[in-house]
């Protein structure tokens, strides 16, 4: 998917909702379980539920990895299932080099036909060159995270008095273009957000934590909207496990229908 189809069916449907498939076959609704794939099942039926309301799905691959050739295939039908609609992000974090990296590359662009993947960028250029190389893919490169030890490494100061994060995101704006590469930056850090764009203007982001992890949606456009909107916020936890009963359909609607409205209502 283009940068320009991406603002397209951000504008059309006024929503920049990612729907984040972070599904752990212990969690979902019993009933789906005498389904021959009750992973695929459950993606499926979120995903009717939430289609109209959303622009994006992540599937966090850690989910699906964890259960071997199976999951890998469950992974397949659902990013085929998804279709050319909406955006599509495969949440590996891979980070390595040389021929593995076009390795990783082949297996999530070629096999997988996804449109993004996220990655981590600690081995520099070449680790993230590699995806750069098919045309409409994206690169999406960890830059800010939320967890509470992201203060070991990214906060850090250089001489100059630089954090380690600015640095490492005015560093891999450098290797692509707006065209081709975003940025990951939690939302339970939004004031930076501001910081960050005098970095990368206009970039897109990818922004989690909000909903569960207790992130601000208003404080996240207030901060880190361009004038292209370039915001993907991802909703996980908040919308998928909405329920775990019968009703988990149209709870998981109705959590994406009300971040959806929010949107809408902050965009205009």
């Known amino acids: 998917m283009t940068r320009q189809e991406l603002i397209q069916i951000i504008r059309e449907r006024k929503s920049f909702l990612c729907v984040g498939l972070d599904t752990d076959i212990e969690k979902i609704p019993a009933h789906l379980?005498?389904?021959?794939?009750?992973?695929?099942?459950?993606n499926r039926r979120i995903i009717d539920a939430t289609k109209e309301y959303c622009v994006a799905y992540k599937l966090n691959t850690a989910f699906f990895e964890s259960q071997g050739d199976r999951g890998w295939r469950t992974m397949k039908k659902t990013f085929d299932y998804i279709g050319d609609s909406h955006f599509t992000i495969a949440d590996a974090k891979r980070g390595d080099i040389g021929?593995?990296?076009?390795?990783?590359?082949?297996?999530?662009?070629?096999?997988?036909?996804?449109?993004?993947?996220?990655?981590?960028p600690y081995m520099g250029r070449d680790s993230v060159d590699p995806f750069l190389k098919y045309e409409n893919k994206w690169s999406i490169v960890l830059g800010l995270t939320s967890n509470p030890s992201a203060v070991d490494f990214q906060f850090e100061k250089d001489?100059?008095?630089?954090?380690?994060?600015?640095?490492?995101?005015?560093?891999?704006?450098?290797?692509?273009?707006?065209e081709n590469t975003m940025f990951v930056v939690g939302a339970t850090k939004a004031e930076m957000l501001?910081?960050?764009?005098?970095?990368?203007?206009?970039?897109?982001?990818?922004?989690?934590?909000?909903?569960?992890?207790?992130?601000?949606?208003?404080?996240?456009?207030?901060?880190?909207?361009?004038?292209?909107?370039?915001?993907?916020?991802?909703?996980?936890?908040?919308?998928?496990?909405?329920?775990?009963?019968e009703d988990f359909e149209e709870k998981a609607r109705f959590e994406a229908k009300k971040m959806a409205i929010e949107m809408a209502g902050l965009l205009t």
């Not at 005498?34 to 099942?41: A, G, L, S």
């Open 159 to 178: 001489a100059g008095g630089t954090e380690l994060y600015k640095k490492v995101i005015a560093t891999a704006a450098t290797w692509g273009n707006m």
């Open 33 to 42: 379980k005498t389904y021959d794939d009750p992973v695929f099942e459950f």
């Open 99 to 120: 021929n593995t990296c076009d390795m990783y590359a082949k297996a999530f662009f070629k096999e997988m036909k996804v449109d993004s993947i996220t990655l981590a």
């Open 194 to 245: 501001a910081e960050i764009r005098k970095i990368i203007p206009d970039h897109f982001l990818l922004v989690p934590g909000v909903g569960a992890q207790g992130g601000s949606l208003s404080e996240v456009v207030k901060y880190g909207k361009n004038k292209d909107i370039g915001l993907l916020v991802n909703s996980s936890r908040g919308i998928i496990y909405a329920s775990n009963g």
